[in-house]
């Protein structure tokens, strides 16, 4: 059997990847890529590579996985050098342990490749600290969809607490989460939506709890985008899609 190379494709500019991770890409096979790896990354590998696109679509996680999970054993059975290539990092919230265990399960070997998960870096680009001293003294990274669709428990409790929160796949909850954080911390605190983050399309909207939802409809914002709630979020730098248009007539 082969080698599973599980990759972390980072937020979504193709220059956030690891030098381990594009020399991975290079020996590359067959690569099995989902929807927020940037396309741009298969330029590393060779003209001989197989490319497999395995996004999924919204509802059918589930059997999407196994038939991902089959298909790296599959082509594990006629490639030595299999990558699978997930957005940001495999191992938050990207299921990357889920086809670890398939694949050794089925003799193969499997090395892991961290990315840069957006939790993290997607406020750093728009200059919001996930801590910062005399601000806060921890952080959380919360899922803001479960698998069965609901809304998290986990956001609950964070809302409780003083750290900054940061939570992916919740856009479509986001009314659910501004009540609860209303509800414990006040219409005041501070709240960041990132859209499309570190890509060249990236738009954000940096306001308060009592105003987003309607800031939010204002500039159509939609996923993929992140939540980061928080008085670090004030320290931030907003992204429009104005400012964009000018940034691309200056240059």
Not at 81 to 98: I, N, S
Request: hydrophobic fraction near 40%.
């Amino acid at each position: 059997m082969s080698t599973l190379y599980l990759i972390g494709a980072g937020p979504g500019d193709p220059d956030l990847i690891t030098l381990k991770a594009i020399k991975a890409l290079n020996r590359a096979q067959v690569v099995l890529y989902d929807a927020l790896a940037n396309p741009a990354l298969l330029e590393h590998c060779t003209p001989e590579c197989e490319f497999v696109y395995v996004g999924k679509k919204p509802g059918i996680h589930q059997y999407q996985q196994i038939y991902i999970n089959d298909m790296i054993v599959d082509n594990g059975k006629n490639y030595e050098h299999v990558v699978r290539l997930k957005g940001g990092d495999p191992f938050v919230f990207g299921r990357g342990h889920e086809e670890l265990e398939h694949a050794r399960a089925h003799g193969m070997d499997v090395e892991v490749i961290p990315g840069i998960t957006s939790a993290i870096s997607v406020p750093a680009l728009s200059e919001i600290p996930l801590t910062r001293r005399g601000i806060n003294e921890s952080f959380w990274v919360v899922t803001g969809t479960t698998s069965n669709f609901e809304l998290s428990n986990d956001v609950a409790l964070a809302a409780q607490s003083s750290a900054t929160v940061v939570i992916l796949m919740g856009m479509k909850h986001l009314p659910k989460i501004v009540e609860l954080f209303e509800e414990n911390r006040g219409a005041n605190e501070a709240i960041g939506i990132i859209q499309n983050g570190s890509r060249d399309n990236e738009r954000s909207v940096l306001t308060e709890l009592h105003d987003v939802v309607q800031k939010v409809e204002e500039h159509k914002l939609s996923s993929p985008a992140i939540i980061v709630i928080g008085e670090v979020v004030r320290l931030g730098k907003q992204k429009t899609i104005n400012e964009l248009v000018n940034q691309s007539v200056v240059s």
